[in-house]
């Protein structure tokens, strides 16, 4: 009776290391971007805290309804040329997404 026990003891240990189903998948990001132009700034242009810009990528694969957060003016429309730049995999529907962009700097070699 023991060894019986032992038997079914370890064929369920072995058991409970196999899955009935397989892991469902990853599903694949819901956007994906193809094409962006360099974001440009003009010289001088500097912003001190981030800045979001929220939009709608089409199904087209374009962006539109750009809405750009408080910031200097240079900066939102250095921004707004970028993300319309943005060219994506074409959504199965319109999908709103958005960026938020901060500047960073510091002097070369540092």
Known sequence: MTRARSLALVALTLLSG???TPPAAIPPPSLQLMESQPLVLAPGCEATSSVMVEFIVRM??????LQVSPAPQCVREALTAWVSSFRYLPPAADIPSGVEWL????????
Not at 60 to 65: A, F, H, K, L, M
Not at 103 to 110: D, I, K, L, N, P
């Open 18 to 20: 196999c899955q009935l």
């Open 60 to 65: 087209d694969g374009s962006t539109d309804s």
């Open 103 to 110: 500047m960073v700097s510091a002097r070369r070699g540092s």
